[in-house]
């Protein structure tokens, strides 16, 4: 039998992929313009990880090392297979692929502490604070609904000063089963006092979507992983900063200073070369969430101890075997040709817009001189110079 060369294997995955992204973007288009317009939505049904926490960069290492410790090796294949699955569930499936001498509740009492060190390091992802804050200024009722335990989602939520706000709050554990399965989101609303089909559900993973939808619920997605597709929901974001409440039959945001938007400040550090960055990431994991993504602006430290203002176009790659993340940069107060494999060290606080996906699948970045101009004029505002760069540098 003639084998395929894995190249070509690694191109029609790829080319796979782009038209499943290429399919569900034209379902996306043609449910916003049938449906949600017109929608009238009562209540919304957030989940915890993935869409207000960013606990996956903060807890990136406990399993590799945990796996470390009895000879095994991480496959991250495996792991994204079970994203968004609950801790029991996942504990049964990774005894028996990494062959562990363990049962799955000796290896959920003996990796639960090494992830419980790590939650009170999990920042909010952008926009959850602002979302969370506008639903209770405008007294619309909201659940959080998490396969997680209910213990775990208190440890994970109590230093944010979060829970005062939610009308409910749902673990997998107070329900006959977990997503998959429809009954947490139909407990939530039922314990609202809102009818399924008037309530919006903001999911990141693939079986909190197939919830959503099995409970006769709308569902936005704003996914945590890239290489999936959202082909069930009816709208998908990058971003919760792209949400637009207005579609929903929801208040608009007021939030907005001319054309930029303020947000809780992102820092990171990469190398800058030929107005690309690239991230420092040892492990191949990224430190950005995949739900940073579009035009933002802040400030950039070089080496050289120079400051710049600077506008960043931040996304993913989807030509290349493995997807990778895609930043750009533009210095916007100075020259910034002179700066070469630097490390730099960068904090945004504003967001502009989205990145341009329309007609296309590799959300191609393209910083226009309309968002350089929007970034100038921003950084000098009261709403953004509080971010003062030096206070981060």
């Known amino acids: 039998m003639e084998l395929i060369p894995l190249t070509t294997t690694i191109y029609v995955l790829q080319l796979f992929k782009i038209m ?19 929608a009238q939505i009562s209540a919304v049904i957030l989940d915890l990880d993935g869409i207000l926490l960013n606990t996956e960069v903060a807890t990136k290492d406990v399993l590799k090392n945990f796996l470390g410790k009895y000879g095994k090796v991480l496959d991250m294949e495996k792991e994204d297979k079970r994203f968004g699955i609950t801790m029991k569930q996942a504990a049964v499936a990774i005894v028996k692929d990494y062959d562990l001498p363990l049962s799955p509740s000796q ?7 090494m992830y419980k060190e790590r939650w009170p390091l999990a920042k909010p992802l952008p926009g959850a604070n602002r979302l969370i804050m506008h639903l209770y200024k405008h007294q619309l009722p909201f659940a959080l609904a998490s ?33 998959p399965a429809p009954y947490i989101f139909e407990e939530a609303a039922k314990r609202m006092g809102i009818d399924a089909s008037c309530c919006l559900v903001i999911e990141d993973s693939l079986v909190g979507v197939e919830a959503a939808k099995a409970a006769k619920m709308k569902v936005v997605a704003v996914p945590s ?94 030509y290349s075997s493995t997807e990778k993340r895609k930043i750009q940069l ?11 494999d630097q490390h730099m060290q960068i904090v945004l ?36 110079a509080h971010h003062s ?5």
């Open 389 to 393: 760069s030096l206070a981060f540098f």
């Open 225 to 318: 992983l890239e290489s999936q597709a959202y082909c069930d929901a009816d709208l998908v974001l990058n971003s919760l900063l792209e949400f637009q409440p207005e579609l929903w039959g929801l208040e608009p945001f007021d939030d907005w200073v001319n054309n930029a938007l303020p947000v809780d400040s992102i820092c990171f550090e990469c190398l800058y070369r030929n107005g690309c960055l690239f991230e420092s990431a040892d492990d191949g994991i990224s430190g950005l969430p995949t739900q940073v993504s579009g035009i933002y602006f802040g400030w950039a430290k070089s080496d050289d101890d120079e400051i710049f203002k600077v506008v960043t176009g931040i996304g993913l790659s989807c």
């Open 107 to 113: 290896f959920l009492d003996e990796i639960t502490p």
């Open 147 to 179: 396969n997680s335990l209910s213990g775990n989602i208190e440890e994970k939520i109590s230093h944010r000063g979060w829970k005062e706000y939610f009308s409910v709050i749902l673990g997998c554990d107070q329900v006959k089963a977990g997503k």
């Open 349 to 384: 606080v504003g967001y502009i817009r989205g990145l341009n996906t329309k007609g296309n699948t590799s959300r191609d970045i393209e910083i226009l001189e309309e968002d350089k101009s929007i970034a100038e004029a921003s950084l000098d505002l009261p709403e953004f």
């Open 330 to 340: 533009c210095v916007i107060d100075g020259d910034g040709d002179h700066i070469y």
């Open 20 to 38: 499943t992204q290429l399919i569900c973007f034209l379902h996306f288009e043609n449910s916003m313009n049938n449906s949600e317009i017109n």
